[in-house]
């Protein structure tokens, strides 16, 4: 059984560029979680992806948006990064929306320049 | 808004002491996460918290669930230096069908020989 991937391990952009973070679930995993860990917070959640769609959202704006293709895998792009984006990002997946249990991968850590 | 608090923030202890960690949460969610992170790595899952009275020991930590209080606690039994890490626990929020994860700040414990 594979566990939650992230790519790339660790990103530097500089401001007002854009960003793709990807994630592949666990297998046997529907639902893909994203969450943003600033330095010294505990993770906030961005969104979450079931089906391809949107299935529920944090408090983070437009700009913060994603993917997730038919094998369940997703992305997280980040479009005019700020500096306040700096942060590890993790993807977390579970077995649909209704089942509770998140297992999260690695994280990609994204310095902003 | 859900908000998770846990105090202390930061944590130094001998080693062989004794301590517990507190978190408050606001919903009236019953299942409750801790989790151990170690600096520049993702997030380990300890324990999870599924109904009032819940305690779950695994070694020198113990977690238990309050759900009337809205408090969860930690408890550390005779610190040892391989404890060092940060800590979150975070509640479970199912809003429209899914779950997402509100962390509070951490706890960075120091365990000092």
């Known amino acids: 059984e594979t566990g939650v991937t992230q790519s790339p391990t660790h990103l530097i952009k500089t401001r007002g560029q854009q960003v793709t973070l990807r994630c592949s679930s666990q297998?046997?995993?529907?639902?893909v979680s994203w969450y943003q860990q600033a330095l010294g917070q505990g993770p906030q959640f961005i969104f979450q992806y079931y089906r391809e769609e949107e299935n529920g959202r944090g408090n983070f704006p437009p700009r913060f948006s994603g993917l997730q293709f038919p094998n369940y895998s997703s992305e997280l792009n980040v479009n005019a990064l700020e500096l306040d984006d700096s942060a590890l990002y993790l993807c977390?997946?579970?077995?649909?929306?209704?089942?509770?249990?998140?297992?999260f991968g690695p994280g990609t850590r994204l310095t902003v320049t | 808004e859900l908000k998770v608090e846990q105090n202390p923030l930061f944590l130094s202890m001998q080693e062989g002491k004794n301590y517990t960690i507190y978190c408050n949460y606001s919903t009236t969610s019953d299942r409750l996460y801790w989790y151990r992170q170690d600096p520049g790595k993702s997030l380990e899952s300890l324990f999870v918290?599924?109904?009032?009275?819940a305690v779950k020991q695994e070694g020198r930590l113990m977690a238990s669930l309050d759900t009337k209080a809205r408090l969860s606690t930690l408890h550390i039994t005779a610190a040892v230096h391989d404890l060092s890490a940060t800590y979150f626990c975070a509640e479970a929020y199912s809003g429209a069908g899914s779950y997402q994860l509100t962390f509070g700040k951490g706890t960075k414990l120091s365990v000092i020989p």
């Open positions: 918290l599924l109904s009032n009275g």
């Open positions: 977390a997946s579970s077995l649909d929306p209704g089942f509770p249990e998140q297992y």
């Open positions: 297998s046997g995993h529907n639902t």
